[in-house]
């Protein structure tokens, strides 16, 4: 079992920056390759990014790609979102996963999950 904890999350005008963090315990955090997804009320939760368990190779969903960048620390078993340039429609919940074996954009391929930590922009 993975257990994973988000924070971070907070309110901050359009154009601030917030950075996640998700600390993972349980196993052995390096062969996980990890993503952060969001859902905003009333909608389907979607992906963010990803990162794989080398962080050689980082994915990211069209709607973040140049401001929200994904890093993790596999000393600290962490994995990071910094989130820059922030919008309204940034405005979610957002989750930490994890998965063994390679980073998916698919949120089904994940197999733990943190509880997430509430982002929410104003204009």
């Known amino acids: 079992q993975v257990q994973l904890v988000e924070s971070g999350g907070g309110l901050v005008q359009a154009g601030g920056s917030l950075r996640l963090s998700c600390a993972a315990s349980?196993?052995?955090?390096?062969?996980?390759?990890m993503g952060w997804f969001r859902q905003a009320p009333g909608k389907e939760r979607e992906f963010v990014a990803a990162?794989?368990?080398?962080?050689?190779?980082?994915y990211y969903a069209d709607s973040v790609k140049g401001r929200f960048t994904i890093a993790r620390d596999n000393a600290k078993n962490t994995v990071y979102l910094q989130m820059n340039s922030l919008k309204p429609e940034d405005t979610a919940v957002y989750y930490c996963?994890?998965?063994?074996?390679?980073?998916?954009?698919?949120?089904?391929?994940?197999?733990?999950w943190g509880q997430g930590t509430q982002v929410t922009v104003s204009s």
């Open positions: 996963a994890a998965r063994y074996g390679d980073a998916s954009y698919s949120l089904h391929e994940y197999g733990y």
């Open positions: 349980g196993r052995a955090f390096s062969p996980y390759a």
């Open positions: 990162i794989s368990w080398r962080a050689i190779n980082t």
